[in-house]
């Protein structure tokens, strides 16, 4: 079997970093027949976090933005706060969790609840990364999940 390294350089195509907190999720679905192999590539590199520099010098250039979780903690999620509740909305960009928005109207709900129509197989995969992280990393709890 390859190593997580190897995975991600050879499936890099599927593959999306946050350039801040060094996250690794699916830009797009893999094939079926690859989907377990890379999850379990992806969940060992996002407990051990390589930095981009690591994965570059490894060959793993894979597309890098902001995760939801930076996203919802930056400058651009109290904007999009704030244009929430300007267009009478909650202010609550970010806080979403495991696919859940009340605020059906709001044109940033896709941005929270990102994963909420999702493959059944992928839709297992986050909840397990979301477990995961939540065991590993519990300041991150009131932060939105990715």
């Not at 390294?5 to 027949?33: H, Q, T, V």
Request: glycine share 6%; proline share 5%; net charge neutral.
């Amino acid at each position: 079997m390859k190593d997580s390294i190897s995975l991600a350089r050879e499936y890099r195509a599927y593959l999306r970093g946050c350039s801040s907190c060094n996250l690794i999720w699916f830009g797009e679905a893999p094939p079926k027949e690859i989907f377990w192999e890379i999850s379990l590539a992806i969940l060992e590199l996002n407990q051990r976090r390589p930095s981009t520099q690591e994965l570059f010098d490894n060959g793993v250039l894979i597309s890098h933005s902001c995760c939801p979780e930076c996203l919802a903690r930056s400058s651009s999620g109290e904007k999009f706060r704030a244009k929430q509740e300007k267009e009478g909305y909650s202010p609550c960009f970010g806080s979403a969790r495991h696919g859940y928005c009340d605020q059906v109207g709001c044109k940033y709900r896709l941005l929270c609840i990102w994963d909420e129509n999702l493959h059944p197989e992928k839709k297992a995969y986050y909840d397990r990364l979301h477990a995961m992280m939540d065991a590993h990393q519990p300041l991150a709890h009131t932060i939105l999940r990715v």
